[in-house]
């Protein structure tokens, strides 16, 4: 075919894409076609080879493989955890069980939804690990307790829960809530994140009830009594913790005696938050490694279909040389003669150093030195937002209801676009110098010579288009039959001189006595978006560029242009979105911490204990936004995910010592200054075990690598980085507020008394 051609790997090829239907799972998917592929190769000739030029599936394998195998270790490393504080194996085992029980809760929840594994829910579940043991071994600890101090094992589990059982509710409750405003969430976000936050939900809820039924039982009948020690026993795990504890209420005398000083501290967690969310770079999603890459070519609007394939082999070749590149397939030819695709696919990860953008990087500038056409690359990612086809990963629209001002400026801010460091690939759809050739008649002379303008016109038609003049009829296939004169003579402008019409007498008139053709420029195509007239400008990120640094260099950029009103500009796709998810990223945490607050409210009944434990968040955004500075890691919507993580987890830590706290104010009679040293003190183990546990659960993630890898890490980024800050500062900052309101609240009461009157 003159007009089509399809190559992989340097041999000719007819390329047969194959997309699978929305509600499809695209394993299931690959295997039907492999295995319907023995059947059709024995349908067609041998000298025709049927094989797969491209498939996605083992890349998503190999994801999904080192997801679960990151599962696995955060199981194992949240047991030890529990292991190394309780030294005991049957202590061990009661909320080891907590995991598969609940684990297993919540498949049956992922498949009554209708919910698939993929990146998100093993994400979910892997995060999962070290939330689900935290209300079991805030029990558990509770009831070893008091065995230490002699009680029988069945008198324990009862007193133990029943002191605990509001806690774990609290804390379930308020983590749980963190998830509503993501299920509320709009657009794509929201549909991306509403899988996750079920799936975490229904984990933390069934993981509730454990705790409270399975494990107190386990604990009644498996633990035995101890004698009463009046120190515990100073062995490995346990000495370095009771140092700990010892150093701890040493300092944390100090620290009530310093009140001042801790407020100032809190403070400036809170405006640091501030200064490093507004200062970190921000992207909408990682930049995967699927080991897939497309490219568009884009040649000059004047070249000929013969110069393109040239043009395509070219490029497959210099991309095919390259070490680091298994496969590649590319394709031109259609309604646009001097634009063609490309598909590479890359060897694996194990098979080679260099991620994706680096190869990209390094075949940029080979690329470059070619004449006449430019390849743009860029990596294919699992989520990408539709918006208008384009070369590059990112487009700007400008849309005009004048076709003359686009045409004026749309140049103009291409150029200005290209020179900015924060873009590269910087390209447009916007094609209006294409060559054509304007066939002019004279129509006296058409009317003296006896021509007729239709008899013109079928002529020019019979010699460069096409006509169907019938159909084959198979068992197996219809065949449309196509009359057309042979290329070499329709391709050639000088047949226009060969060419004679047969005018009303029956004599062949040249058709140079009267038409006259002279070559012209002309749009190749004209977009138009809504009722304007729409050019996109695409633009990919050089390596270490965010998003969010490249959309305010383009906002810049068009206001110093000073484009008149008549041509707007937007943001579409990707970037579009990433946009509307920047507006609503602080919406979404202010809700998340404002339900919170509601669930706390109602739970104690009162508005000033949920402050005093919401107050642990700031320490935690600092710690989370300086490990993401840290592993220069750009925000991006994981990020934000382990942002809403953080909010549920580290209240924990404040809720513990909340309840204790207040508890022994009622029960027990102390001052509040008395109470809450007691409640730090007595809470530092299950603080630290469901701490711990927390962090060695997202731990594998910031350390996993291979498929996938790129989603997962700044998740757990996120989330150790707030756990290590918020455990290093709420031990403190949490009884210092507690204090603050306990005071506020008794100095407004003395302020609202009313003397008493005598008569």
């Known amino acids: 075919d003159v007009r089509n051609a399809g190559m992989t790997n340097a041999k000719p090829a007819i390329l047969l894409m194959i997309r699978k239907l929305p509600e499809a799972n695209i394993i299931q998917t690959v295997d039907g076609i492999r295995a319907k592929l023995p059947e059709l190769r024995a349908m067609i000739p041998a000298a025709i080879d049927l094989q797969i030029a491209q498939d996605r599936s083992p890349t998503i394998r190999a ?180 140092a700990l504890q010892q150093g701890y209420g040493t300092s944390l005398k100090w620290v009530l005696n310093h009140t001042r000083l801790v407020g100032v501290v809190f403070l400036g967690t809170v405006a640091l938050n501030i200064w490093l969310y507004i200062a970190i770079p921000k992207t909408f999603f990682p930049e995967q490694d699927t080991g897939v890459l497309m490219g568009g070519i884009q040649a000059d609007q004047s070249i000929s279909f013969q110069a393109m394939r040239g043009k395509l082999q070219d490029f497959m070749k210099i991309i095919r040389d390259d070490p680091a590149v298994n496969n590649v397939t590319g394709f031109t030819g259609g309604s646009r003669v001097n634009s063609g695709m490309m598909f590479i696919t890359l060897k694996p990860r194990g098979e080679r150093k260099e991620t994706a ?172 978006q809504g009722l304007s007239a729409a050019s996109t400008i695409a633009f990919n990120l050089p390596t270490g560029t965010s998003l969010s640094q490249a959309t305010e260099a383009i906002n810049r950029t068009m206001t110093q242009l000073g484009v008149p009103p008549t041509v707007r500009g937007s943001f579409s796709g990707t970037a579009q979105v990433f946009q509307q998810t920047m507006n609503s990223q602080l919406i979404l945490i202010v809700a998340a911490i404002a339900t919170v607050y509601i669930v706390l409210g109602i739970l104690y009944e009162s508005y000033v204990h949920p402050l005093t434990i919401l107050s642990t968040l700031p320490s935690a955004g600092v710690g989370a936004l300086l490990a993401l500075e840290l592993f220069n890691a750009p925000f991006s919507l994981i990020a934000l995910i382990g942002i809403m993580l953080l909010i549920g987890i580290v209240k924990k830590n404040a809720i513990m010592m909340v309840d204790f706290a207040l508890e022994a104010q009622r029960s027990g009679g102390l001052t509040p200054e008395q109470a809450i040293f007691q409640a730090c003190l007595l809470r530092f183990r299950p603080i630290m075990m469901t701490t711990l546990a927390a962090l060695f659960g997202a731990l594998p993630l910031v350390l996993s690598g291979g498929d996938g890898s790129e989603l997962r890490q700044p998740l757990g980024i996120t989330i150790v980085g707030g756990l290590v800050m918020s455990q290093l500062l709420t031990l403190y900052t949490t009884p210092v507020v507690y204090l603050f309101f306990d005071r506020l609240r008794l100095r407004f009461s003395r302020k609202n008394s009313k003397p008493v009157v005598e008569i």
Not at 142 to 170: C, D, W, Y
Not at 377 to 393: E, F, K, T, Y
Not at 452 to 458: E, L, R
Request: glycine fraction near 6%; aromatic fraction near 6%.
């Open 63 to 242: 994801s999904l493989q080192e997801v679960e195998e990151t599962l696995a270790i955060s199981v194992a490393l949240v047991i030890l955890v529990v292991f190394l504080f309780l030294r005991s194996g049957r202590a061990t085992l009661i909320p080891a069980v907590a995991v598969p029980v609940s684990l297993i809760g919540t498949f049956a929840a992922m498949y009554l939804c209708g919910f698939s594994l993929n990146n998100l829910s093993l994400m979910a579940l892997t995060i999962a690990t070290g939330f689900v043991v935290d209300d079991a071994i805030v029990v558990l600890e509770n009831i070893a307790r008091h065995l230490e101090a002699g009680m029988k094992p069945l008198q324990a589990a009862l007193q133990g829960t029943r002191e605990v059982g509001f806690t774990v509710i609290s804390m379930s409750l308020s983590l749980v809530a963190v998830f509503l405003p993501l299920l509320l969430m709009g657009g794509l976000p929201g549909r991306l994140l509403r899988e996750f936050a079920v799936t975490l939900s229904v984990a933390i809820g069934i993981s509730l009830v454990v705790s409270l039924t399975l494990t107190p039982m386990m604990c009644g009948w498996m633990l035995k009594s101890s004698k009463p020690r009046t120190q515990p026993r100073k062995r490995g795990v346990g000495r370095l913790l009771v």
């Open 357 to 528: 953008q680096q190869i990209i990087d390094r075949l940029r500038a080979k690329l470059a030195k070619e004449p006449g056409a430019r390849l743009f690359l860029m990596a294919v990612q699992d989520i990408r937002v539709g918006g208008r086809q384009a070369n590059a990963s990112y487009q700007y629209t400008l849309l005009s209801d004048s076709l003359a001002a686009l045409r004026e400026w749309e140049p103009k801010i291409r150029k200005a676009l290209s020179a900015l460091p924060q873009l590269a690939d910087v390209n447009s759809d916007q094609q209006d110098n294409g060559a054509e050739m304007n066939l002019i008649y004279d129509r006296d002379t058409m009317s003296r010579l006896g021509i007729d303008v239709q008899a013109a016109n079928s002529l020019l038609n019979n010699a460069f288009g096409q006509r169907q003049i019938s159909t084959i009829y198979q068992p197996m296939n219809q065949y449309k039959v196509v009359m057309e004169v042979d290329p070499r003579y329709s391709q050639d402008i000088s047949a226009l001189e060969k060419m004679f019409v047969i005018n009303r007498d029956g004599k062949a008139i040249p058709l140079s006595y009267f038409a006259q053709w002279r070559p012209a420029n002309a749009p190749l195509s004209v977009n138009h």
